[in-house]
């Protein structure tokens, strides 16, 4: 464990424009520094970092954090690899709080099986790559899908020989239990273990560190079942949440500006055989809004291409309802679908490149993808057809929190059903959209500001304003209320400390919702020459509400007693309140 002090120190240490400009070179832009966006793609500078506040945010994806974040995002690292990294760079050294016993073999056993799961599951890789050498058949059946020997090593690919226990020769220990909890040895209801995977190829699965961390096999002979097999979820790998050739694909789709989604391991390569080295694919599990946000993070143009065939269409139905919470406006989702007798590996070998991107190109976005699935065998004649429309329509529409994209497909269904746009609100009941600009202007920002949050934003900016009587501003339990308390509370204990360190103290106590707008708005904020009147301003305002309110809670707490029953005290309190009030 990391002391939490040592966490705050390192990150009032550390510049997050030198660990940014490392990675994603920054222009100065009056007193912040500025860049497109390393997490979409973008045209025009939206990715703004903040020397005084230490931290960065984008407003074009909302992607945010302070220098350990941005190590977690970009480079991939974990928590802990990320304090150990800003660490080593301002020559830091990082201590170890004393854990219970208890907490410290869990921790090691933990860290002990996941090193071990990962070794293992490299070593398979590397017998799986030398055996595939040694298989002429295999060699013959990557050359007939048209694989040349460059794009296999690119993706590592292997093979996994015929017969139940090749790993033993690799293994010195088939027995261990890593083997079965890797996914790579499987114990029948007899108690005897054999390979997982016989008599395939073999494609590495990596995390984006580039670690594998399970396998695809996919048959050679084509009348052996299942086609792809995958290994089962372990405590590296869970299918829901990884994409294979992802870490390959990451500069491609960025140079790219788009993401192409497709079915199996054998599209991907056999495009990026042809040049296309942007595809990625779900791992036998239909997408999720984890792969969505994952792919976010490299792009904001995502392409699914289906077979054209009812299970082609009915994955890409899935995939559109599961992608509809994680969409945002700047984010274009669009679908492809081939002729029913291809695939993208069998349409690139017998089209060619051009073609297929000529395709990718002309793929129908989400909006008429969903329209068009809706109508699809509804003729819209009778009143009836457009009831069952609209009761179809509302379960989409109530997933979709972008505005705009909202908006306009609103539109589109009113039309359809021949509604108004107030009707079909009111018919649907369809929360209210927020279509206030992206890139609100700093004063449009601080109007919309509560006092509190105001009060929050100044205290981040000057701690060393902070006083305990403060903490009578929050007498209630509200979301506010809990990130007044805690920044009174960080301010206090770190007077001399910069904003990033301020909030990494109070994200774990505060609504992430409400945290995310403080960071944004923070962004926004800008020290004029009149903050000491303003916050002075604030102080007053916040103590006249704070005595309203405990006015308000002693009113009724007397009310409840007879007037005969109050003390003289209790009677002076109430005329006092009662001249206040007025």
């Known amino acids: 464990m990391i002391p939490e002090q040592f966490i705050q120190e390192l990150l009032n240490r550390v510049d997050i424009v030198d660990v940014i400009d490392k990675s994603v070179p920054l222009k100065k832009a009056g007193a912040n520094y500025s860049a497109c966006c390393p997490f979409h793609n973008e045209k025009s500078p939206s990715f703004t970092v903040s020397p005084t506040k230490q931290f960065y945010h984008c407003f074009g ?22 304090i150990h990294e800003l660490a080593k760079n301002v020559g830091m050294v990082v201590p170890q709080v004393e854990s219970s016993s208890a907490s410290r073999e869990a921790d090691a056993a933990n860290k002990t099986i996941k090193l071990g799961l990962q070794e293992t599951l490299q070593q398979a890789a590397n017998y799986y790559k030398a055996e595939l050498k040694k298989s ?36 010195s220990n088939y027995e261990n239990e890593a083997l079965s909890t890797a996914g790579l040895v499987v114990e029948n209801e007899q108690g005897k273990r054999y390979d997982r995977f016989r008599d395939r190829i073999m494609f590495p699965i990596h995390d984006q560190k580039g670690q594998v961390i399970g396998f695809g096999g996919r048959v050679i002979n084509p009348e052996d079942t299942p086609k792809y097999y995958n290994s089962p979820e372990t405590p590296l790998f869970q299918k829901g949440h990884e994409l294979y ?45 984890f792969h969505i946000t994952k792919l976010m993070r490299q792009t904001d143009e995502i392409v699914f291409c289906f077979d054209g065939d009812n299970a082609g269409r009915t994955a890409a139905w899935r995939a559109a309802m599961n992608a509809l919470p994680a969409l945002t406006d700047g984010l274009k989702l669009r679908f492809l679908f081939l002729p029913k007798e291809h695939d993208p590996d069998s349409f690139v070998r017998e089209f060619g490149k051009e073609k297929f991107e000529t ?31 609209l009761n179809e329509a509302e379960p989409i529409l109530r997933q979709i929190q972008a505005p705009r994209f909202s908006l306009m497909l609103r539109k589109r269904i009113a039309e359809l059903a021949e509604v108004t746009d107030a009707e079909m609100q009111s018919l649907l009941k369809l929360p209210a959209l927020n279509n206030a600009p992206a890139k609100a202007t700093q004063r449009q920002s ?19 304003l902070a006083k305990s ?36 103290t109070i994200e774990s106590q505060v609504d992430t919702r409400l945290l995310h707008e403080i960071q ?58 009662t001249i206040r009030k007025k």
């Open 61 to 82: 994806c909302g992607a945010h954090g302070t220098a350990i974040g941005f190590l977690m995002e970009y480079a991939g690292l974990s928590f802990v690899e990320a």
């Open 136 to 171: 002429q058949r295999a060699i013959d059946y990557l050359k007939a899908r048209g694989l040349s020997g460059k794009v296999a090593a690119k993706f590592q690919i292997g093979y996994a020989p015929a017969g139940w226990k090749n790993l033993q020769s690799v293994f």
């Open 245 to 289: 050739g992802l870490f390959v694909a990451r500069r491609a789709i960025r140079d790219a500006g788009r993401a192409l989604v497709v079915e199996g391991y054998m599209d991907v390569v056999a495009l990026a055989q042809y040049g296309i080295e942007y595809a990625v694919a779900t791992l036998g599990t239909a997408t999720t809004p």
């Open 359 to 389: 395709e990718v190109q002309s793929a129908m976005p989400l909006s008429q993808y969903i329209v068009q699935h809706l109508i699809q065998e509804n003729p819209l004649n009778a009143q009836e057809d457009k009831v069952k429309f």
């Open 446 to 464: 601080r109007m919309q500001l509560s006092i509190k949050k105001r009060f929050v934003l100044m205290l981040l900016m000057q701690p060393s």
């Open 469 to 504: 009587e403060y903490l009578n501003f929050a007498q209630g339990f509200s979301e506010e209320d809990v990130l007044l308390k805690a920044s009174i509370h960080a301010a206090l204990e770190q007077p001399q400390s910069k904003p990033a360190a301020l909030l990494h």
């Open 520 to 577: 944004r708005e923070l962004t926004l904020f800008d020290e004029g020459a009149e903050f000491k009147l303003e916050f002075e301003g604030a102080c007053t305002q916040l103590t006249k509400m704070a005595l309203q309110k405990q006015g308000n809670s002693m009113l009724e707490a007397l009310k409840e007693k007879p007037l005969s029953a109050l003390t003289v005290e209790e009677r002076e309190m109430l005329t006092s309140i």
